[in-house]
Each structure stands twice: as structure tokens, then as C-alpha cells.
Antibody, heavy 123, light 107 residues
């Protein structure tokens, strides 16, 4: 059974770069799409973007200028980098696997999620 | 971006009650609609995908219906473990967007 685990620093200062890694266990990253989602305190869920195992990406335009998602198939990991963070980037960050079927229509949904990691941006 | 509006924002219900949550996207999204359950401190869990398909392992008391611009999640008989926040999410077009959530509380 596929499991995901986020890891990375929990505290950042404004203007620093957030770097998180999601490790996939119980399966291979070399299939499907993989996504990052976040939840600011007291707010709802926000989709950050996804990456296909081959490296193709799709980002939320609201973050596109600052976000990079990458994949390392040799380690079964994918990563999130968010530059120039501010207090507004304080959130619980989740990684998730995206399924959508092998034939169109591709009804994408996130079926396995990590437990989330809290990132706080404060001076 | 497609805006997702859920109603109600919160509700109080008793064990055994039938609960219905509605999600209305700002434009038609066909059946590209998913429902998630989220409990504090835990990972969100998909309940329904493609508007009405029950995710494997999810109890049959959960069901989804609708298409286009109106969707519903129904819990036929609320159980103690169902008290949580429920989110709808569209995957019709990027950026994928979520509803603001519906908090289901114990009456």
C-alpha cells in the first residue's frame, strides 16, 4: 500500500525558500501524477501543483512565479520549492498521489495523502 | 479559476441522521468532482471521485450525485466517526480548486 511522508524545515524567515520532500513508500513513483496541496491556518485547501513522473508539471497560477516541483525517480521522491516566502505561506503542506485512470476521460483525484507538515514563516 | 461554493458551511446533526452537502461550481464541470473528508491533524481522505464513484474502502453510507453545476454528498446514516470537515474539489481544469468546506458537528 502506497504511503507518503513529507519532510523539511518547519520554520522559515520571510524571503527564504521553502523546500519540502515527499517520500513514496510501498510503491513506485514512476507512474501517475504527484501533487502538493496546502492549508493555511483556519482556511481551506489550496492546490499548489502537480508533476508527472516524467517531469511534466502544472502549477497554480497564483504561485507559479515562485514554485518549482521536481521528481527524483531513483529515490521515489518528489519535492516542492517555494521562493520568497511570506507569512501568507504559513500552512500545513500535504503531498498526494493523483489518479485519473488509464483511458479518457481522466477523472483526476487525489487518493493517497501524506499526513502533512507544518511550515511557519516568521521573523 | 473555477470557484466552488459549498453549502452549508457547517451543520449540526445526530448519529443516525441523513446529511446532505451541496457543492456548486461557478461553471459547468461535467462529472469532474471529488469529495474529501478531513479530520483535524490527519490527512484528507477521498470519499467520492468522478461525482458518484465510491472510493474503495469507503462505507456505502456515503454517496455522491450530480453533474454540471450542482453536486451533492449524502451520508445516509451519520456515524460518530463521520464528524469532520468535507470538501468538494474540481478537476475539470487547472488550477484545481476546493470548496471552502462543510464542518459536520455533533448535535
Amino acid at each position: 500500500q502506497v504511503q507518503l511522508q513529507e519532510s523539511g524545515p518547519g520554520l522559515l524567515k520571510p524571503s527564504e525558500t521553502l523546500s519540502l520532500t515527499c517520500t513514496v513508500s510501498g510503491g513506485s513513483i514512476s507512474s501517475d501524477y504527484w501533487s502538493w496541496i496546502r492549508q493555511p491556518p483556519g482556511k481551506g485547501l489550496e492546490w499548489i501543483g502537480y508533476i508527472y513522473y516524467s517531469g511534466n508539471t502544472n502549477y497554480n497560477p497564483s504561485l507559479k512565479s515562485r514554485v518549482t516541483i521536481s521528481v527524483d525517480t531513483s529515490k521515489d521522491q518528489f519535492s516542492l520549492r517555494l521562493s520568497s516566502v511570506t507569512a501568507a505561506d504559513t500552512a500545513v503542506y500535504y503531498c498526494a498521489r493523483v489518479l485519473g485512470g488509464t483511458l479518457p476521460p481522466y477523472y483526476y483525484y487525489m487518493d493517497v495523502w501524506g499526513k502533512g507538515t507544518t511550515v511557519t514563516v516568521s521573523s | 479559476d473555477i470557484q466552488m461554493t459549498q453549502s452549508p458551511s457547517s451543520l449540526s446533526a445526530s448519529v443516525g441522521d441523513r446529511v446532505t452537502i451541496t457543492c456548486r461550481p461557478s461553471q459547468s464541470i461535467g462529472s469532474y468532482l471529488n469529495w474529501y473528508q478531513h479530520k483535524p491533524g490527519k490527512a484528507p481522505k477521498v470519499l467520492i471521485y468522478a461525482a458518484s464513484s465510491l472510493q474503495s474502502g469507503v462505507p456505502s453510507r456515503f454517496s455522491g450525485s450530480g453533474s454540471g453545476t450542482e453536486f451533492t454528498l449524502t451520508i445516509s446514516s451519520l456515524q460518530p466517526e463521520d464528524f469532520a470537515i468535507y470538501y468538494c474539489q474540481q478537476s475539470y481544469s487547472t488550477p484545481w480548486t476546493f470548496g471552502q468546506g462543510t464542518k459536520v458537528e455533533i448535535k
